[in-house]
């Protein structure tokens, strides 16, 4: 059964509720804590919450991606929804009491505090598989979360710097008692990715090489692949994208329209948030998506500067979007499927990230950059090509991966302007959430921000 389960006791409650201390509601259900970490099946129960609160819309559902992408457009597409929260990400005059930023904090830290505990008691799992794999699945989660945080929340990573710029706080051991006192101060940004990337290892290292619609050790090795490139670590980059393509058992889907909206994970889907018509959100097709499909009529709306992009009149990703009429507006057939999974991490990346590192490199592991750039191309009925150049693959990225929460990150490790912005404006950089600067006085705020 696909669909992630939040286990029913009280532990679970409290993890959601707990981040605000003023809030003192003890659920009917509740049982002790004690009780909750007592045995194996409630440690996997716990963890499996954990997996649903991700897939929750203010992150992995939608909003995350979401983010990413409004505060890379110039001119690709356009907010022309009403609400205010996006409209300020968009326009790179986000406040800090943005509540969609709140959240997606917020949200993310609970996630991070389940995974921490079930790190914590995996020692009760007497199976030593059941107890490698669920403490693989957690690390994932964990430095998924992370990851993301301190690319949202942080400067960027700098190769070859010491990287002491403030990242995001670095908590590794699980919250139960919320009464002392919990403030903590933010850690530099190579202290998060170094712990990231330890948590990545050591998941590739405990998970199995399947599954089902869980983590497995390549979608560890595939997170692992991204990260290295965000650093500029471009031969450990190319490393993981070659043995998640060669050894990962995932291909392309047979169709560049079959990847999207899909009930169950594609053949490329490496790891995918998992939404039925019973659990789990899905806030790209509210925000991306005509009524008719779920959304809320197109709050982005592509623009003629994006489909320009495209250099093959035969590319069916130049014309995979469609008119709403709602506003007239030109909105990605991506997301159609309000009920349908989100691909975070597809098969398709790991080309792209191998063909850009083995270029910037002087290589051809695995294959050359044009093989691997045509490798997709053809997938989507675009022209060949005799050869690429750097900017060929950064392109064929952002045609590609356009809408998935890419542009952001890509922008600023490339070191491209943000329309009229530098790559390293304060505007870049998401204000820590007032909410969380007023509860916690060691949290220093990002440069630009009140």
């Given amino acids: ?232 670590n471009y031969e450990a980059a190319r490393d993981a994208a070659n043995d998640v393509i060669e050894n990962s058992g995932r291909s392309l889907a047979p169709s560049y329209s079959a990847a999207f909206n899909n009930d169950a994970n594609s053949s490329e889907d490496i790891f995918a948030i998992q939404v039925t018509s019973q659990d789990g959100d899905n806030d790209l097709v509210i925000h991306y998506a005509h009524q008719a499909y779920g959304g809320r009529g197109g709050d982005v709306t592509v623009n003629d500067e994006y489909v320009e992009k495209f250099d093959s009149s035969t590319d069916v990703r130049a014309s995979f979007f469609y008119t709403s009429s709602h506003n007239n507006g030109r909105l990605t057939s991506k997301y159609t499927n309000q009920f349908g999974n989100i691909p975070l991490i597809r098969l398709a990346e790991m080309y792209l990230i191998r063909a850009e590192a083995n270029m910037r490199l002087g290589t051809a592991v695995g294959a050359t950059p044009v093989a691997d750039i045509n490798e997709i191309r053809d997938r989507a009925n675009a022209s060949l090509k005799s050869g690429v150049t750097l900017e060929d693959i950064l392109l064929e990225r952002e045609l590609e991966l356009g809408f998935e929460g890419f542009l952001i990150h890509d922008l600023k490790r490339t070191k491209r302007n943000v329309g009229d912005l530098p790559y390293d404006d304060n505007r870049l950089v998401f204000p820590i959430p007032q909410r969380e600067t007023d509860a916690n006085d060691k949290l220093v705020q990002n440069p630009g921000y009140l």
């Fill in 1 to 232: 059964m696909k669909r992630y389960k939040i286990a029913g006791f009280g532990l679970l409650f409290a993890l959601h509720t707990a981040c605000n201390d003023k809030l003192d509601v003890q659920p009917v259900q509740s049982i002790s804590t004690e009780v909750a970490l007592s045995t194996p099946e409630n440690i996997q129960n716990l963890l499996t919450g954990a997996y649903s609160r991700n897939g929750a819309g203010e992150i992995y559902g939608g909003l995350r991606q979401l983010f990413a992408d409004l505060h890379g457009f110039s001119d690709q597409a356009t907010w022309t929804g009403t609400y205010t929260q996006p409209r300020d990400i968009y326009n790179k005059a986000i406040l800090t009491d943005n509540s969609m930023v709140r959240d997606s904090w917020m949200f993310s830290y609970e996630v991070i505090n389940m995974t921490n505990i079930v790190i914590d008691h995996v020692g009760i799992v007497e199976n030593e598989e059941d107890r490698a794999r669920i403490l693989g699945e957690a690390k994932f989660l964990r430095a998924l979360n992370y990851f993301d945080l301190v690319r949202l929340f942080g400067a960027q990573y700098e190769p070859g710097q010491e990287n002491t710029q403030l990242g995001v706080p670095l908590s590794l051991t699980g919250i139960l008692d919320y009464s002392g006192d919990l403030t903590i101060a933010r850690n530099t940004v190579e202290e998060v990715y170094a712990q990231v990337i330890a948590d990545l290892n050591d998941a590739y290292g405990s998970l199995p090489e399947s599954n089902g619609y869980f983590a497995d050790r390549y979608a560890a090795r595939a997170l692992l692949a991204r990260v290295y490139l965000q650093q500029g």
